[in-house]
Nanobody, 128 residues
Framework: QLQLVESGGGLVQPGGSLRLSCTAS????????IGWFRQAPGKEREGVSC????????NYADSVKGRFTISRDYAKKTVYLQMNSLKPVDTAVYYC?????????????????????WGQGTQVTVSS
């Protein structure tokens, strides 16, 4: 059974950077599409980015384009989210999720609906 564990969250000043990791156990990640999602206090969860099983499809939410980069390391069974130029509005709990069919759709809400494995989340706080 695939299990996902997020790490790398923390407190950072505006303009700073963090790299989140989503590491698999119980199975490899190579067949799964992976998405990053976030939920701020009092707000609905939203899609941030995704990468397909092959790595050929990558998508970002408009709010993070040009600042965040998703990548995957098959050998380490890990998907990363490099977050640069962080803003206070990026403050949220960040979750990774896996899609058994390896997808990374243009519409991240679709991935959110079909993902069948979720991590427990990692807190990112952007504040001075």
């Amino acid at each position: 059974q695939l299990q996902l564990v997020e790490s790398g969250g923390g407190l950072v000043q505006p303009g700073g950077s963090l790299r989140l990791s989503c590491t698999a156990s119980g199975a490899t990640l190579e067949d799964y599409g992976i998405g990053w999602f976030r939920q701020a206090p009092g707000k609905e969860r939203e899609g941030v980015s995704c990468i397909s099983a092959t790595g050929r499809a990558i998508n970002y939410a408009d709010s993070v384009k040009g600042r965040f980069t998703i990548s995957r390391d098959y050998a380490k069974k890990t998907v990363y989210l490099q977050m640069n130029s962080l803003k206070p509005v990026d403050t949220a709990v960040y979750y990774c999720a896996a899609d058994t069919f390896g997808r990374c759709p243009d519409n991240l809400a679709v991935l959110e609906a079909v993902a069948d494995h979720w991590g427990q989340g990692t807190q990112v706080t952007v504040s001075s």
